[in-house]
T-cell receptor, first 111, second 112 residues
Framework: GQQLNQSPQSMFIQEGEDVSMNCTSS?????WLWYKQDPGEGPVLLIA?????ELTSNGRLTAQFGITRKDSFLNISASIPSDVGIYFC???????????FGKGTKLSVIP | DAMVIQNPRYQVTQFGKPVTLSCSQT?????MYWYQQKSSQAPKLLFH???????NEADTPDNFQSRRPNTSFCFLDIRSPGLGDAAMYLC???????????FGPGTRLTVT
């Protein structure tokens, strides 16, 4: 089956620092989705990407759909304590409707 | 305004006692999904409905069933819960299977 390799697995950063995480796959993805999940809650959609090369921002968040359609990154600028949580990349692969998830990046922000 | 609603948020059931989790949506989306998520893991798809068409994942245990009586509601039935079924159960919706999915807040199931 298709797999998404997400890194890093966890991050500890100082408040105010910028953060970058990424996902790669050996298969082509037509859509890249980035979610944030707080403890005890469902994932919340942050950014959806539909075109290769697309760069999209949502406030302090920026995500890009790689040209090869096999990777994506998410950047968070000027981190704040409420950015703490687990970030998942996800996407349906080419010819597939099933959403594949990365294993998540656990972000901790030190005030 | 809540778009995907799950009830209850917390459910405790006894080993072997049937339990039903519910999900409703105000988005009028065609597709509804049920996921199981265990601690420190990504969500795992159990099944989905595309309108009235039911699609079961190959590795979803027979113990898990689903009903979608109308566009807005979808239910997850666990016929005989085992201790290994304790998890967070997430409902999600999308306009089309290839579009972004919106998740509900989840139901945390405890099996005693």
């Amino acid at each position: 089956g298709q797999q998404l390799n997400q890194s890093p697995q966890s991050m500890f950063i100082q408040e105010g620092e910028d953060v970058s995480m990424n996902c790669t796959s050996s298969s082509i993805f037509n859509t890249w989705l980035w979610y944030k999940q707080d403890p005890g809650e469902g994932p919340v959609l942050l950014i959806a990407l539909y075109k290769a090369g697309e760069l999209t921002s949502n406030g302090r968040l920026t995500a890009q759909f790689g040209i090869t359609r096999k990777d994506s990154f998410l950047n968070i600028s000027a981190s704040i304590p409420s950015d703490v949580g687990i970030y998942f990349c996800a996407g349906p692969g080419a010819g597939s409707y099933q959403l594949t998830f990365g294993k998540g990046t656990k972000l901790s922000v030190i005030p | 305004d809540a778009m995907v609603i799950q009830n209850p948020r917390y459910q405790v059931t006894q080993f072997g006692k049937p339990v039903t989790l519910s999900c409703s949506q105000t988005l009028n989306h065609n597709v509804m999904y049920w996921y199981q998520q265990k601690s420190s893991q990504a969500p795992k798809l159990l099944f989905h409905y595309y309108d009235k068409d039911f699609n079961n994942e190959a590795d979803t245990p027979d113990n898990f069933q689903s009903r979608r009586p109308n566009t807005s509601f979808c239910f997850l039935d666990i016929r005989s819960p085992g201790l290994g079924d304790a998890a967070m159960y997430l409902c999600a919706t999308s306009r089309d299977p290839s579009y972004e999915q919106y998740f509900g807040p989840g139901t945390r199931l405890t099996v005693t």
